[in-house]
T-cell receptor, first 109, second 115 residues
Framework: GQNIDQPTEMTATEGAIVQINCTYQTSGFNGLFWYQQHAGEAPTFLSYNVLDGLEEKGRFSSFLSRSKGYSYLLLKELQMKDSASYLCAVPPNDYKLSFGAGTTVTVRA | EPEVTQTPSHQVTQMGQEVILRCVPISNHLYFYWYRQILGQKVEFLVSFYNNEISEKSEIFDDQFSVERPDGSNFTLKIRSTKLEDSAMYFC?????????????FGPGTRLTVT
């Protein structure tokens, strides 16, 4: 089975940096995804890591350590529109995503 | 930019009734999925569909549920004899090809309310 843990909530100030950690235990590993979900909306794809290391994409970066079962999503230069839930997801096989409960990030002025 | 569409955006039904949720995946995508999200809870996998058959289904996806691709563009989720606990947001998703099954693109969702 899969076990995905991430903090429930985080608060940060506009312009700051926030790091959202995710630890996982999974029977099969085929990479790790981060999705963003605004309230009442669908999840939108942010990043995919399959190899160890840091993937940078604009203000967002994602890191993976397979040996530690650990990933983080780094949000830089926070903007008010970044207030959302951030979902860590692991696909145990080709056919589905298993999501964590999500981390709600609140950006304050 | 191509996107997954879903109709209706909100469906209200009475307990015991049947509902059909509709999805139009991105046109060149081959893998289709349904997920649900009960209010305040995490997104849960229901079923995946490839090559006109179910690839995998979760324990939630019991005989009450069925999926169909009735034509070349639509992908539907039917819920028979709805229960109060079926109230949730239902998301359809699709992904491009067997080499990239993981990059799933989600539709805006259908909010199902069972009264």
């Amino acid at each position: 089975g899969q076990n995905i843990d991430q903090p429930t909530e985080m608060t940060a100030t506009e312009g700051a940096i926030v790091q959202i950690n995710c630890t996982y235990q999974t029977s099969g590993f085929n990479g790790l995804f981060w999705y963003q979900q605004h309230a009442g909306e669908a999840p939108t794809f942010l990043s995919y890591n399959v190899l160890d290391g840091l993937e940078e994409k604009g203000r967002f970066s994602s890191f993976l350590s397979r040996s530690k079962g650990y990933s983080y999503l780094l949000l830089k230069e926070l903007q008010m529109k970044d207030s959302a839930s951030y979902l860590c997801a692991v696909p145990p096989n080709d056919y589905k995503l298993s999501f964590g409960a999500g981390t709600t990030v609140t950006v304050r002025a | 930019e191509p996107e997954v569409t879903q109709t209706p955006s909100h469906q209200v039904t009475q307990m015991g009734q049947e509902v059909i949720l509709r999805c139009v995946p991105i046109s060149n995508h081959l893998y289709f999925y349904w997920y649900r999200q009960i209010l305040g809870q995490k997104v849960e996998f229901l079923v995946s569909f490839y090559n006109n058959e179910i690839s995998e289904k979760s324990e939630i996806f019991d005989d009450q549920f069925s999926v169909e691709r009735p034509d070349g563009s639509n992908f539907t989720l039917k819920i028979r004899s709805t229960k109060l606990e079926d109230s949730a947001m239902y998301f359809c998703a699709s992904s491009e090809n067997p080499e990239k099954p993981y990059e799933q693109y989600f539709g805006p969702g259908t909010r199902l309310t069972v009264t």
